[in-house]
């Protein structure tokens, strides 16, 4: 069966998710944005939420427990964050180029445009499939300019075996 005549593909595919830019840096001091929309709240207290990264991105090498994240939301109308970040960067290409980025106080860039972002700290990891999903504790959140008079935006997919 293949994933156009898989009946699991058309339904797995419209579970809805947002869309994010999540942020960081490497040890060394390189910084990077990709897209992710696998993202979801995990728990309450202490706030959390668990991020899936596919584990051919760099970013999986990065990312140790006490990592340092942002997880900038895109609104509704930011389609200029999906054109900019969308094919991904390599580990030493600059990703933040005619962005305006500001810095939370542990110096992890925030796209200040954004619809709002959360700054957060890997506190665990598990290996699934093709993705590792990173359990991630909120320890300050911002709204961006447009955060009142917008909704974030929803990713629904044709096909769940792809993005």
């Given at each position: 069966?293949?994933?156009?005549?898989?009946?699991?593909?058309?339904?797995?595919?419209?579970?809805?998710?947002?869309?994010?830019?999540?942020?960081?840096?490497?040890?060394?001091?390189?910084?990077?944005?990709?897209?992710?929309?696998?993202?979801?709240?995990?728990?309450?207290?202490?706030?959390?939420?668990?991020?899936?990264?596919?584990?051919?991105?760099?970013?999986?090498?990065?990312?140790?427990?006490?990592?340092?994240?942002?997880?900038n939301l895109v609104g509704e109308q930011q389609k200029q964050f999906l054109k900019h970040f969308g094919a991904g960067f390599g580990p030493e290409e600059p990703a933040f180029d005619g962005m305006t980025v500001s810095r939370t106080p542990s110096g992890l860039p925030i796209l200040t445009d954004a619809f709002g972002h959360l700054e957060g700290i890997v506190r665990s990891q598990l290996e699934t499939g093709d993705h590792v999903?990173?359990?991630?504790?909120?320890?300050?959140?911002?709204?961006?300019?447009?955060?009142?008079?917008?909704?974030?935006m929803v990713h629904i997919r044709k096909n769940g075996y792809n993005y």
């Amino acid at each position: 069966m293949t994933a156009t005549t898989d009946p699991i593909a058309p339904v797995l595919g419209r579970i809805p998710s947002g869309v994010f830019i999540l942020t960081t840096r490497h040890a060394d001091g390189r910084e990077t944005g990709t897209l992710v929309s696998w993202v979801q709240q995990a728990s309450f207290s202490p706030p959390m939420v668990t991020v899936a990264v596919n584990r051919k991105r760099y970013l999986t090498e990065w990312f140790t427990e006490s990592s340092g994240v942002v997880l900038n939301l895109v609104g509704e109308q930011q389609k200029q964050f999906l054109k900019h970040f969308g094919a991904g960067f390599g580990p030493e290409e600059p990703a933040f180029d005619g962005m305006t980025v500001s810095r939370t106080p542990s110096g992890l860039p925030i796209l200040t445009d954004a619809f709002g972002h959360l700054e957060g700290i890997v506190r665990s990891q598990l290996e699934t499939g093709d993705h590792v999903i990173y359990a991630v504790e909120v320890v300050s959140a911002g709204s961006g300019p447009m955060f009142s008079e917008s909704k974030p935006m929803v990713h629904i997919r044709k096909n769940g075996y792809n993005y």
